[in-house]
């Protein structure tokens, strides 16, 4: 019994002991196992925790080696998540944009694209129409585009669970509290995108076709670079300033606003105990002014890749 004793006193005083380092020792395993996933991330030491922020690139082909049951592990012992602005799209939304669907499928008053664009432009873009079977002369610039990159790039096809997807399946499951930076009404979004002039949309068609030019090599390229943490050669590729100079990211009420809300959603998290988990559009973290750069701004001291 007399050597017994130590040993259970010696026992009871592990718990204690682990208890007093746990905030700590959770907090740097939570950071380091979603570090692992091998998703571009930066880590923001607050006073009273830790935010992690997974820098997100949607369309992930199934050939980029990266680890998403590592991150979902992270998840579920985050004490909270933070996801992208969520769209609050009503009844009245949705039939807004049945009855008015060619507003924003159609260039205005019967016009066609070699109205808007130089005689260069527009030999470029019938050129495309013709080497692809399609006639982009009465659609709007947006639809062609994205129409370009999703049938000639394909980059839509043969992917794997982006990160918000993943990250909010394990919140869900583990119970972990999600907030959305922003809650954005679908009658916002369908009166900016319906108010644009078709200009306005030439420079997301001009980088649309660059990326088709590029050819479907970018998409692999993109994916690849994205998990060597390679951020200024993912921000360069064709693929992502397709997607970043394309609505609503390059409208400049919206796109404004995108990037805002998300300085202030980490800033609020600032005053919370323990670990945030955010996931954000890597092209909104790491361009020229982007939220990266907003918050070192701040003094704020930022782990983890160059994104410039």
Not at 9 to 30: G, H
Not at 185 to 192: C, H, K, P, W
């Amino acid at each position: 019994m007399k050597k017994i004793l130590p040993l259970l006193c010696l026992i009871a005083l592990i718990p204690q002991a682990a208890t007093a380092q746990d905030p700590a020792a959770s907090e740097n395993s939570i950071v380091v196992t979603a570090q692992r996933s091998g998703a571009p991330m930066w880590t923001i030491d607050t006073p009273t925790g830790t935010i992690i922020l997974v820098g997100e690139i949607r369309a992930i082909p199934k050939t980029t080696p990266w680890q998403p049951d590592r991150l979902k592990d992270a998840t579920a012992e985050a004490q909270r998540v933070i996801l992208g602005a969520r769209p609050k799209i009503s009844p009245g939304d949705v039939l807004r944009l049945m009855f008015s669907g060619s507003k924003f499928t159609k260039l205005p008053d019967k016009t066609e694209a070699s109205k808007y664009l130089s005689d260069a432009q527009w030999a470029r873009l019938a050129a495309l129409g013709e080497a692809h079977d399609e006639d982009y002369a009465r659609k709007s610039f947006l639809l062609t585009s994205f129409q370009m990159l999703r049938k000639e790039l394909r980059f839509n096809r043969d992917t794997t669970d982006d990160a918000s997807d993943v990250v909010k399946k394990a919140a869900d499951k583990a119970d972990v509290p999600i907030e959305r930076a922003a809650t954005l009404r679908g009658e916002d979004l369908i009166d900016n995108l319906a108010e644009a002039e078709p200009a306005a949309h030439i420079p997301c068609l001009t980088a649309a076709m660059d990326a088709v030019e590029a050819g479907p090599d970018i998409v692999e390229q993109r994916g690849a670079d994205w998990r060597r943490y390679d951020i200024p050669a993912v921000m360069a590729n064709p693929l992502e300033q397709a997607l970043g100079q394309c609505w609503p990211w390059a409208d400049e009420t919206l796109g404004s606003e995108l990037r805002t809300i998300w300085v202030e959603a980490i800033n609020r998290a600032q005053a919370e105990p323990g670990v945030t988990l955010a996931v954000a559009p890597l092209r909104v973290l790491a361009e020229s002014d982007g939220v990266l750069d907003r918050l070192e701004a701040q003094g704020l001291d930022i782990s983890g890749p160059a994104w410039k």
